[in-house]
């Protein structure tokens, strides 16, 4: 937890108050994202009506808009997609911070793993001015050249969601 904590102030600062935005492409991640956050008090940006009217107009149908944030498989290794949704969130008032959850299992074939990357870069891509994480579920999910990949590019990786919620 320590790490995390240092990776996160020694990163970009967030330009405003506010809660934190989670995103995924797993349900399951998502859950269990929202109940660590309640559990450690973390707080979750509540996300204005104009920003809910974007996140449905990029999300698949029948998707509803909460954070955090499933924005399903359908939007998997669509880079475009998901830098627009790390926007719409970074451009609501009540976000200061954008975390990504996605693991990066080190045993990819090289098809898969360049789609991992793609979906990530639609993070990477976005939203420069605030704050952004990669965490990875489970800390070894996060292969050494993702995480400084990330780094050199503005983005924090993290190891754990408890240990990046803390942080």
Request: charged share 25%.
């Amino acid at each position: 937890e320590l790490f995390e904590t240092a990776k996160v102030l020694s990163g970009p600062r967030p330009s405003r108050a506010g809660g934190l935005a989670v995103v995924t492409c797993s349900g399951g991640d998502a859950v269990a994202a929202a109940d660590e956050a309640e559990r450690l008090r973390v707080p979750l940006a509540d996300l204005a009506p104009d920003t809910r009217e974007r996140l449905a107009w990029l999300l698949p149908a029948g998707v509803v808009v909460t954070n955090p944030l499933d924005h399903t498989n359908a939007l998997w290794d669509d880079t475009d997609r998901v830098r627009a949704l790390v926007d719409a969130l970074a451009d609501d008032p009540g976000v200061g911070q954008v975390l990504y959850v996605q693991d990066t299992p080190h045993d990819l074939p090289d098809d898969a793993a360049a789609e991992w990357a793609r979906t990530r870069d639609g993070v990477v891509q976005a939203a420069p001015g605030t704050p952004r994480a990669v965490v990875a579920v489970l800390p070894e999910l996060l292969p050494d050249d993702v995480a400084e990949s990330l780094t050199e590019r503005g983005v924090t990786p993290l190891l754990g969601v408890p240990a990046a919620l803390r942080a």
